[in-house]
């Protein structure tokens, strides 16, 4: 049965699964101080145009949004983020296991909802100011998705509010880049470079885009350690690092990442147009991997014998909200399968 | 000038200073192993009816909110309260410092908004079984406070529909008792028993109830350890333990408590007709000893001259939301001073 | 019975008392903004000739050991203590709970032993060198007793060379002064300013010296930031804060604090004075309010019936290790009673 | 040049390099709920003669130790390890970082001194009980590595030993088996059934055993909940987790993880004695895959060039304490390199 249900079920692209049977046997120094991991970070920095980025190597997403934040906050500070980010909703209170709030903001379509964040950030300064920034948490961060955890991606606008918002209140601005590649391949006016600019923070996720699993952590503000003991003491720190290195290595060089990307991105616009075409009701316009659709649900019960998908919650007595993804090994041929079984 | 900003302004009910001064070259073991604070104790589990229960002393509020919810929480658990409880916005992130999230439903006039809290447990029950509860903070607590911070009190209709959800969902009912003496004064179907035998752990406040300092937690579910290792390592088990016990036993000994409760709800609703007469929107309807109430502004302009108040918000362009609060030592000519002033 | 066992069995200096009793019934602002506290500060900050230091007063020792200890410290730092450290011992974990390790170093008489802490730290920045730092808990601050558990204390010339090792290794400098005011006392070459120079931090405790209860602490470094929001977050900021700031007014004011503290030391070098005319060998030489002795068990036996004090170990089969305290309010009618129990 | 300096230079086992080609493009369910990993599972009970544990495959070896050692410990409690123990020594105060502390004990070539363990716990109990437990960090679990950090084991003899005294003094005894492999291959009387009776807690290392990475842990302790949503929030439950199963399930079959720890110590003994027939100094008498010798500093200097080793410490002005590591991975042929280079 093909599957659709989300983008990490596939190993590793093969260039990657080559490149460490090659090297298997090589000895080489632990801890991500290889030449492998150089190498990566250097390609990265590059991408980025950020020469001085500080790049790091982790293992997941819950772990890397962890220790990226925790990096950044202090005692009773902060982190802002949508109601639906995946900090706030799906990562087990991994933030506030570090001693820290999740402050919810509304959000639209997974976006944070740009003007309610900044009443927010109006009123409850002023409120602070009025009773004593001593009895709050203070925001110091915001959290964005990009894309969100619905697939949908801040404009470049959106972006520039954002920055140009925590410059005024003194937070920085951190990007969970878990699908950054699907992101980029889709967006219509935002590059790798511009994120890196307007980001404190941001990491390029390897698990959903052709890693068996990493993350690259760009740290673009220098006033931000995210130090190696911090990793460390988080259980973060990869005996054989390299393996982080290599895979990185690999997916930064001659454009693969982003050919991975655009190649998700291309399947979910032929998935997208055979679902319109069928009649069924996009749930979120989403013009990257993710596509949430409403679907009868008699079709969902005859669907579902032959397609993965993930069922996201009743749309209404008669019809179901479902998420389809393609990712950066999704096929031709296992589009045109997912087509013959829409029928 | 005559204050009303808040219930914590006075120092102890002149018995307690009295008693002090008595014992003061008394030399008396440390740590609240006392016999002040055993009489304490168990006049405390005589007035809940609660033989069994734990009781123990602590310091202040945050410290008691913090200290008995991290009781009753283990890793990735975390603590419903209304989006205006003490610990969601007052306690500077205590509870997350304790590595547990405050998980906000929405309130009604301070109340936690019982249909939307059922609602809620009822959806993210559905929602964990379907993705995996791992990927979330498990609800294990519900936070209410009695009264709330604007002064409202749940029935016992509600109380026992809050417990009767928190058994049907494995939730630990905790009531932050800060201000209990004036809520039970003015509570119509509540009595002390009766919350203790809803709760599973509540403290009846001092700071706001005559005393210098101190809140006595009372933990009435056996399988709740709050443990004096835990107040220790917290830095809150005060050496001199007995000034804690000294000053409940005389709050609770001939009902002071229950009559410094009822003085200052006394004193509220002789403040609150006068406000009323003098033509004032009340903001809430509040039968404790906090009045919230929408003032135009010149009056708020002429009125802070003469008395002290808190200025909550802007209600619009020509009225403000202002409190002012009653306490144990409000004296009938107090409120003479403010209805004159009021005019 | 008269007793010995500590210096924190009495309630606090009558001058004390009485002012509490006189401003009772003033309204006085809450969380230590008032005017009482201001007053103690500076005049804190007069005594310790640092006019650019920040005060804050918190609660009790592990409380303010905690806090102090955590505002110096990030992520994988670490604070070094003797063995025999408050913190190390009797603090039930505070400092790990904050996330921290207490890294233990050889004492004597309750002293760190000055060399071995340079040999471990020339030691362990050679291994962090060769082996990297992150895998380490790096120090950063090392706490030390003034005067210690055992009632010994640093020479200025030790003092110096703990702040030349701080400044050597980039470790802040804490001093526990919870018995401050007996130490001074009793200090034959250390005086206020001079220690103020030499640590980051340091308090002058109030709970043995006079006061009901409360710690002022003093940050000199202002590098070091002893926030308000993190007293607040850890449960420490006194709703009624001018209890605090009452006391240490008081104290600090005509030189109270430091009477108290010749007192103490005064009646205990009586006392000393008595245990060694007995025959009785002094354990540790302590010049300060806390007398560790040796004495044979069925003295031992006899005395408690008469003398409360603490015993501390068996020194052999015959003999026992006992503590016996004075304190700011021990008189000498007690010391004589003590004198002839002994006999 | 050859290189000794670890056992986690390798890939891993070219057999889990081949599955994973040949699975790569099929579709796999995440968070460790497939096929792989419940067999994998399946296979450990089984080897460990536990039907009823429950074990968790998590990345590596401080994630491991932190995360299994939180779920055992409760607020003001510790965990006793070795002095040399890797959680008290080279895991950046990870297990502070959770809260808890690490109680230190002597140890004798790596391995608790048994006795002194024991006075330790008896003199604690005492003093625990004459002062009061909740001043003290209470300890709950003992910590120990089988092989230690110095490549020695404990004998069942020892193993037993420390089990009844966990018994006696209610403490959970937890096992870090990094090198388990090469530990069982080399214990005499020691196997993983009588291991896995004795242990509530241990785990079978994969990183340093032929596993690209991963550790499996096995709780045999009903008790003891190492639940997977502890897993999540401390960012260690991995997307593809079927990546830990397969490899496990590899190693765990036809005893190809016993087979590669007895290639490790084979080769080790030949070192060994090529070594000791060259005269140089055995430091610890490792019967394990890790060798540590004493070498003259100008053969050190000699052979660096050659080949690859670690520098523990200066013996002596003119030696030097060495480690030279085997693993799965060493062949035969590199044994004789080394010794052609040791001449």
Chains 1, 2, 3, 4 share one sequence.
């Not at 068996?212 to 690092?241: D, M, T, W, Y």
């Amino acid at each position: 049965m093909i599957s659709f249900n989300c983008d990490y079920m596939e190993g590793a692209h093969p260039l990657i699964l080559e490149r460490l049977a090659q090297i298997n046997t090589q000895k080489i120094s632990g801890y991500g101080l290889d030449e492998y991991c150089m190498r990566a970070k250097e390609k990265i920095r590059a991408a980025c145009r950020r020469p001085q980025a500080d790049v790091q190597f982790l293992v997941g997403g819950t772990q890397t949004n962890t220790i990226a934040i925790d990096a950044m906050l202090r005692h009773n500070e902060g982190v802002i983020a949508a109601t639906s980010g995946h900090i706030n909703v799906h990562e087990a209170g991994a933030i506030e296991a570090c001693g820290h709030k999740v402050m919810a903001v509304p959000a639209t379509l997974g976006k944070i909802d740009i003007d309610a964040l900044e009443n927010l950030l109006a009123a409850s300064t002023a409120e602070f100011d009025a009773v004593g920034w001593e009895h709050y948490v203070v925001p110091r961060a915001v959290y964005a998705s990009f894309p969100t955890e619905y697939g949908t991606l801040y404009t470049l606008e959106e972006l520039r509010r954002l920055r140009s918002i925590c410059d005024r209140y003194h937070l920085y601005l951190y990007v969970d880049g878990a699908r950054m590649g699907y992101g980029l391949a889709a967006a219509e006016d935002v590059d790798l470079p511009q994120l890196a600019q307007l980001a404190d923070v941001f990491y390029l996720g390897g698990t959903k885009m052709g890693a068996l699993f990493g993350e690259a952590v760009v740290v673009c503000n220098p006033n931000i350690s995210l130090s190696r003991g911090l990793i460390k003491q988080r259980g973060a720190l990869l005996a054989k690092g390299w393996l982080l290195g290599v895979q990185f290595d690999i997916l930064m060089t001659d454009g693969l990442y982003w050919e991975l990307g655009r190649n998700a991105v291309r399947q979910a616009m032929k998935m997208r147009k055979t679902l319109v075409a069928k009649g069924w009701a996009s749930y979120i316009d989403s013009p990257t991997n993710q596509q949430f659709f409403v679907i009868p649900n008699e079709s969902v019960n005859r669907l579902k014998t032959q397609v993965g998908f993930d069922i996201i919650e009743a749309a209404d007595a008669n019809h179901t909200v479902v998420r389809l993804c393609t990712s950066w090994a999704t096929t031709s041929a296992q589009i045109e399968e997912l087509i013959d079984a829409i029928g």
